[in-house]
């Protein structure tokens, strides 16, 4: 399993919803935490690593040391988008490329869990630009479908050390 680079088909194909959480997912989800920690991310979706799911996994504190802070998504729907808020961001997929993307302030949010049981989410804010990067990947939607403007895509110097919310 690694993460794929932009224009890697996989990121264009919607994940298909699952229907059963078996041993092999947890594993899967394992190795993707993996990868999330080694390139710094907040988060990652199953087509970032070409697996053809809807399932997402995230840990807002980027640190591999706070297990309990890694969070397991699967079929994700946004009930409810609220405000706007613009701010730099970038994507596992496109290292070094970070741009300014416009997302609602805070959504709602319908999934499973690793358990199989519905949970809502309220996020705000960072927590909330990770979700819906994260469920535009599971749809086939890139980052930079999301900008005002074509003149805004330039590759930047690579910035890894950028603080902008990475996923
Ligand atoms: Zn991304």
Same mark, same amino acid.
């Not at 697996?51 to 890694?70: A, F, G, H, S």
């Not at 808020?85 to 949010?109: H, I, N």
């Given at each position: 399993?690694?993460?794929?680079? %932009? ?6 194909h919607?994940? !298909? ?12 989800? $394992?190795?993707?935490? @993996?990868?999330? +920690?080694?390139?710094? $991310? ?10 053809? +799911? ?18 397991? +998504? ?6 409810? !988008?609220?405000?706007?808020?613009e701010? @730099? ?8 490329? %970070? ?12 999934? %499973? ?20 990067h ?5 749809? $086939?939607v ?14 930047? @110097? ?10």
């Amino acid at each position: 399993m690694k993460i794929v680079h %932009y224009p890697h088909p996989s990121l264009r194909h919607p994940g !298909r919803p699952l229907t059963a959480i078996d041993k092999k997912l947890n594993v899967q989800v $394992g190795e993707m935490f @993996e990868l999330m +920690y080694g390139a710094r $991310g907040v988060g990652l979706a199953a087509t970032q690593v070409a697996l053809p +799911y809807q399932v997402l996994i995230m840990n807002l504190t980027v640190d591999p040391n706070q297990r309990d802070k890694e969070e397991v +998504y699967i079929n994700p729907v946004i009930v409810e !988008r609220k405000g706007s808020l613009e701010d @730099e961001e970038g994507c596992l997929s496109f290292p070094g490329l %970070y741009q300014k993307v416009r997302r609602a302030k805070t959504v709602m949010v319908r999934a %499973y869990n690793l358990k199989g049981e519905l949970v809502e989410v309220v996020a705000n804010d960072l927590a909330a630009r990770a979700w819906q990067h994260e469920i535009d990947h599971l749809n $086939g939607v890139l980052f930079i479908d999301r900008l005002e403007s074509l003149d805004q895509l330039q590759k930047v @110097e690579p910035r890894p050390e950028s603080e902008a919310v990475r996923s």
